[in-house]
C-alpha cells in the first residue's frame, strides 16, 4: 500500500527554521508532482509549494524567499526548508504526491499531516 510518510514538525520561535520531509511508501512506478499544503484552524487547505518530477517549483507568494521545496528522487522523499518562520505559518502542512501506479495511471495521495506551531 502507498503511503506518504510526513515528518519534522515541531513547535519553534518566530525566525527559526524547520525541515519537512515526505517519503512515499510502498510500490510505486514513479512519483511525479509533489507539493507541500497547508490548512489552518478553520480554514482550507491551501498551496505552499509543487515541485514537478524535472524538478521545476511553484511558490505561495507568502513563502517565496523563506521556503525551499526539493526532492530527491533516488529516495522518493520531498522536503521542505522553511526558514525566517512567521506565527502566520502556523499550520498543519501536508504532504502530496501524484503517483503513477503503471505508466497513464495516476493517483493523489496525501500525508496524515504534520503540525508546525511557530510561537513565542
Known amino acids: 500500500q502507498v503511503q506518504l510518510v510526513e515528518s519534522g514538525g515541531d513547535l519553534v520561535q518566530p525566525g527559526g527554521s524547520l525541515r519537512l520531509s515526505c517519503a512515499v511508501s510502498?510500490?510505486?512506478?514513479?512519483?511525479?508532482?509533489m507539493g507541500w499544503y497547508l490548512q489552518a484552524p478553520g480554514q482550507e487547505r491551501d498551496l505552499v509549494a509543487t515541485?514537478?518530477?524535472?524538478?521545476?517549483?511553484n511558490y505561495a507568494e507568502s513563502v517565496k524567499g523563506r521556503f525551499t521545496i526539493s526532492r530527491d528522487n533516488a529516495k522518493n522523499t520531498m522536503y521542505l526548508q522553511m526558514n525566517s518562520l512567521k506565527p502566520e505559518d502556523t499550520a498543519v502542512y501536508y504532504c502530496?504526491?501524484?503517483?503513477?501506479?503503471?505508466?497513464?495511471?495516476?493517483?493523489?495521495?496525501w500525508g496524515q499531516g504534520t503540525q508546525v506551531t511557530v510561537s513565542s
Open positions: 502530496y504526491a501524484e503517483i503513477s501506479a503503471w505508466p497513464g495511471r495516476t493517483f493523489d495521495y
Open positions: 510502498g510500490r510505486v512506478f514513479g512519483v511525479n508532482t
Open positions: 515541485i514537478t518530477g524535472g524538478g521545476s517549483t
